[in-house]
């Protein structure tokens, strides 16, 4: 099992920028960012595979988010700039045995963390 924990929640201005990060206890080749609103679904944000570091986006955060991983450090990140207040969520990362070739629905993730929040205001 990988343990993950995330750090750079913060609350933020409309506009503002944040980047998140995800230590992880060891090399996991799949991994991504998801998110849950109050009262919402948990979402997809973003992805990267291992081989390769091909990355997936949801529409909603394309050309404002960017996921990126050191394989070195066993960090994930994700870069959020241009934030909106339906940005508003707790943050999850998450992470998976096998590689990534789409965006994996959340199920099919092992390993969590155990989330950091991030508030916009407007």
């Known amino acids: 099992q990988v343990q993950l924990v995330e750090s750079g929640g913060a609350s933020v201005q409309t506009g503002g920028s944040l980047r998140l990060s995800c230590a992880t206890s060891?090399?996991?080749?799949?991994m991504a960012w998801f998110r849950q609103a109050p009262g919402k679904e948990r979402e997809g944000v973003a992805a990267?595979?291992?081989?390769?570091?091909?990355?997936y986006y949801a529409d909603s955060v394309k050309g404002r988010f960017t996921v990126s991983r050191d394989n070195a450090k066993n960090t994930l990140y994700l870069q959020m700039s241009s934030l909106k207040p339906e940005d508003t969520a707790m943050y999850y990362c998450?992470?998976?045995?096998?590689?990534?070739?789409?965006?994996?629905?959340?199920?099919?993730?092992?390993?969590w963390g155990q989330g950091t929040q991030v508030t916009v205001s407007s």
């Open positions: 998450a992470a998976r045995g096998d590689d990534c070739y789409t965006f994996p629905p959340s199920a099919v993730f092992t390993d």
């Open positions: 060891s090399y996991t080749p799949c």
């Open positions: 990267i595979s291992g081989v390769g570091g091909s990355t």
